[in-house]
């Protein structure tokens, strides 16, 4: 069964970075876009970017460029998600999620979260 | 890219019925029949529930429905349970690769 297996909370301080993984199993790896949403302590949902696992390639939502860079690695099919110079506003859980079979506008499967606290 | 914008809270009783709008502009929803909504119930991942606007997919009560009309999408929900109190989310293409959310909406079902 298809499972998207995220890594463990993180705590940072203000101006670190974090790196935030995201292992899939059973499909395969570089048919399916995956996307990373966030989603601040009582906020709600926050596209960050996608990534294409064939490819590499990459897309961006414009407040993240610069800070966050999405990357694959075919080999242990896995994501990552690196956000760079954290402030305390990027607290939040992060979730990976794969795109459907039927089309890529919609999530299908999702990773379980990754809890990002930024505390000094 | 500006979120979507949803209203922040909705409410109605069991067996009523209610609709969640989700305007955008002509640069997404107006412009794509990419619209899909999820919903959350707390400390879970979202659940699809429509994509495509109005379709639904396999497992999803038929008391959830999608529309579009111009900018704006919306979700209906007939015969509200209290198991519908969650938030919700509106989720559209904004073009060049990129995806944009709504706000959310907290569903309460008094």
């Known amino acids: 069964q298809v499972q998207l297996v995220q890594s463990g909370t993180e705590v940072k301080k203000p101006g670190a970075s974090v790196k935030v993984s995201c292992k899939t199993s059973?499909?395969?790896?570089?048919?399916?876009?995956v996307h990373w949403v966030r989603q601040a302590p009582g906020q709600g949902l926050e596209w960050m970017g996608l990534?294409?696992?064939?490819?590499?390639?990459?897309s961006y939502a414009q407040k993240f460029r610069g800070t966050v860079t999405m990357t694959r690695d075919t080999s242990t099919s896995t994501f990552h998600m690196e956000l760079s110079s954290l402030r305390s506003e990027d607290t939040a859980v992060y979730y990976c999620?794969?795109?459907?079979?039927?089309?890529?506008?919609?999530?299908?499967?999702w990773g379980q979260g990754t809890l990002v606290t930024v505390s000094s | 890219q500006s979120a979507l914008t949803q209203p922040a809270s909705v409410s109605g009783s069991p067996g009523q019925s209610i609709t969640i709008s989700c305007t955008g502009t002509?640069?997404?929803?107006?412009?794509?029949?990419?619209v899909s909504w999820y919903q959350q119930h707390p400390g879970e991942a979202p659940k699809l529930l429509i994509y495509?606007?109005?379709k639904r997919p396999s497992g999803v009560s038929n008391r959830f429905s999608g529309s579009k009309s111009g900018n704006t999408a919306s979700l209906t929900i007939s015969g509200l349970q209290a198991e519908d109190e969650a938030d919700y989310y509106c989720?559209?293409?904004?073009?060049?690769?990129?995806?944009?959310f709504g706000g959310g909406t907290k569903l309460t079902v008094l």
């Open positions: 999620a794969r795109v459907s079979e039927y089309s890529s506008s919609f999530f299908d499967y």
């Open positions: 495509e606007g109005s």
């Open positions: 990534i294409n696992p064939s490819s590499g390639g990459t």
């Open positions: 989720y559209s293409y904004a073009g060049s690769s990129t995806w944009v």
């Open positions: 059973g499909y395969t790896f570089t048919s399916y876009d």
């Open positions: 002509s640069s997404n929803i107006g412009s794509y029949d990419l």
